[in-house]
């Protein structure tokens, strides 16, 4: 992998350049933090020429550990005009893999706008194909006709009506290849930059297979195995497989931080339909299997990815996370399995990230643009945002966007991008995580969850400092190339990581220096955001949420913003993953 | 004018203060800056509780000086993010003035939303009213039915529909007490900021005389008598009140500045119908009288402000000024006058800046909403932001907001607020204040257009150093509460604004220290807007602007962004006004 392919999406040159050795250290979050410091400018339009989307492998993407099949997707974010990256599973990253193709970056704006064309690769290169029948064509349809005209085999990742229409909340799809799995790397309005960029599909055709190289293949290979091993010994693993992340629903309401009512609430009765245990069972009385998940990228062991089967058999959703099913159901006050799974397909379909568009209807609900609990309307909206009517434009554009358009001031967002379904007074740490992180409000950065086994949640104490470790590992993950689920291994076993570093790279590493790895992966996005000017000095936790107490534990958040900052002075934690 | 009035409108509390003699200093829009620096959270939301709506009178309001009774509204802008000071004349000011009342702040917002309520300021203090009959009434029928509950003689500042909404184009409308007049302090959303605080019309009843205070009357006598003076031999002053600011239509169309179909051209063949003397011509054929001009304050000589009446005798709209002309018009691909001014008296109305509100038609007619030309769209449009449709809350959010919900990124505006009627590329040091300013793109700011005379505007020299001088001036106008029109007599007398201190406060300023103190407001705007994260670093002159070259000079925006921040460095012109 160290093949790097540069398409100039106006003139449609392609020039393939091989990784320098510097740049083979780069990978995945941290490569996209690297160009955009050093070849976007900060100021530049997100939809304009001067941005790049940018494709990047995580640094162990050719090799066989589960969940390596990730891969980042990154660019400067149309939503919160900072540093975004946002990774997705699929089948799109291990092609590329065999291609032997570390990156891809789209550079300029084609003169017309409104292009739909699909850039093509495989060993020959890199070409972009005008393929006008494609036009704000659904995701699904799209990955059809795209199999169909390229072969099944094919690894895929395109963009919905959404992301031609450059729509703020547009996310870029990634499906697998058997129709099933709808991933997505949905945040930050990627789809839109991808839309700008006139393409409305990348298209990779594994033709030739580039072996991996490893320094120490064995060693990797035995890695591998015990990493799998810890996975399985995992007591959490087998209920991912049987729930998906439903696994957390039930602790999630019982805590308090389950957004209901465009955030006005932190539990909701209804949820209870779609617990872990309550859809395993609809699973099982549909299907005739309680065993929901599947892998959402080839080989993975956890395969925490669920399918909700309709009544008759037919699929509704796959899959459906517990972010997506708490923004489209307690937020918007649906109870109703079903429909919640409707509305995230439907999401998928006009491509727009399910956390965005179910905040953005909770405050159109909220405004009285529709009924809290209609369904069928919040259908009808996700629609409209497909055929870009006036009210889709404004909801397509994101939460932000549709208080702005209501004179609706009750907007769970931070730096532009809505909050996924920790609300940050139930929650404190994930409040920490939204105010400073260079993403903005997004959980997958550092969740703090797992710290209310052990810290209270509605306190402030150890929030900043558990967000800061927290972070760095997110940052760290990210750039591996691996899944969040894979963390329990590395923490158990930290060790793993140095030998893994030594095995695949030959690189010395300790396990302080991989932790230094992290911290300077997030110094170089702060760098890019301040000097975008979207600082987290400027970038404020809504002010409804130090005012609003949140039921049912009435909190509010509280952390002043010197609390916050101060996370710049958390010394890196060096004995932990 | 030592009376300060702080308005709680959650909780109706009035506190009456006496100004300190240090804040007796302060007036206008250093005032503004003052308040906000002082007391406003510079990353507050501009529409939450921790924002205020400040309303100041000039150093000098308490004269007879021609034009004084302009009157400055600010507060932190909902468009920009940044400090705002916008002015405005009618009879609003002059009557505070009577009462003595130095100053306004609207402190909080009502606990529930919606709130239709009058603020009545009479010499007991202020009150606040229930007047559910106002929601939603336009501008001229709220001041009519104010007019029937207070009396005639009243002073009136008021929202429209679009304030109400809370729509980011919606100015304060201060109408003169005859119903003919319906100035504007339409930038930066204020009316919005208005509309948060749950206050539709702030009526003053001045029913009692506070004599003014001067430290040498009659010699402030005699300052007022050199400027009226001065004004009248200008020979400037005919052509303002024969045609207002059309007066300049001729010139900007020939220089190629004049904004067409949304700034895809710098002169349009249908500006020849509203050129001053056209204007002029027509208002004659129509009212017996081509002497369009009537004062905007009490008092004024220059009387500037048009009237244009229909064919049938009725009022038009009055005034129709340059940019507003410009922006409905040519920018629209409107050529007939009376089209454009309905089209300004429809935002009048519905309470938006016809700036900011003719950009944004502009960008949907770029984007295809209706054709360009098309008046009857573009009325029909104005109506929608006034009933608040869909399409109405995405223009009346102004035309950054537009472009992001229609993904057109040809989107001329700075600071997140549209340029008024002076095209970058064909007037590049109007491209320098946009830049620069702490108003985002504000013509009022420090208008460069009087520099064509004597400085190519189509070449970089000496743009960066006659802003710094311009945007000096226009800080200090708008502090002394004068209108820009007054300049020539201070240009061609400075000391006169010597005496004008000493005479009306006993300050003994030099000329020198007059013009520090501009510039030290500007450092007060620019340390609120640093603090805010909307420093001048971060907001561009528009990508398309440097990229597409403007018919008919085919010149692009090209100072680089080293050369705009220079600006800071050029040394106080202390020589000249």
Known sequence: M?????????????????????????????????????????????????????????????????????????????LTNGVKESNTGGYFGKRLTRLGIKAVILEDIPDSCARTRVLYLDSNGAQIIDTPDLQYKYVSETCKLLQEKFGKNIGILCIGPAGERLMLSAGIACPDNAGVQMRYAARGGLGAVMGSKGIKAIVVNADKLVPPEFIDPDEVNNIRKEIAELIIADPKSNNRKLYGTLDIVAMANQVGLMPTKNFSSGSFEGANNFTGPAFSELVAKRSGSGRSGTPCVPGCTIQCSNVLPAANGDQVVASLQYESAVLLGPNLCIEDVDTIGELNNLCNEVGVDTIECGAAIGVAMDSGVAEFGDGQAAKDMIIQIGEGTYLGRILGNGVKFTGLAFGNR??????GQAMPAYDPRGLKGNGVLYATSTM????????????????????????????????????????????????????????????????????????????????????????????????????????FMREEPLPPNNAVFDLTQEELEAIWDVPIRTDSF
């Open 2 to 78: 160290k093949t790097i392919i540069r398409v100039n999406v106006r003139t449609g040159a392609a020039r393939i350049e091989e990784a320098s050795k510097d740049l083979q250290r780069i990978a995945g979050r941290h490569f996209i933090a690297h160009i955009l410091n050093n070849e976007v400018e900060p100021t530049c339009e997100p939809l304009g020429r001067h941005n790049k989307l940018i494709i990047s492998q995580g640094l162990f993407a050719d090799t066989n550990i589960s969940t390596t099949g990730k891969i980042s997707l990154g660019g400067k974010s149309p």
């Open 410 to 415: 009750r907007v769970p967002a931070v730096k």
């Open 440 to 543: 903005g409000a997004d959980h997958t950065a550092g969740n703090a969850f797992e710290t209310i086994k052990y810290n209270d949640p509605l306190g402030k104490q150890n929030q900043v400092a558990n967000s800061r470790h927290l972070q760095i590992r997110g940052a760290l993950l990210d750039t591996m190339g691996v899944c969040i689920f894979l963390r329990p291994s590395f923490v158990k076993d930290p060790n793993l990581l140095v030998r893994l570093f030594k095995a695949k790279f030959g690189w010395e590493l300790t396990f302080k220096e991989i932790r230094e790895l992290g911290a300077h992966i997030l110094d170089l996005e702060r760098a890019f955001n301040e000097n975008a000017g979207v600082s987290e000095h400027y970038q404020r936790i809504p002010e």
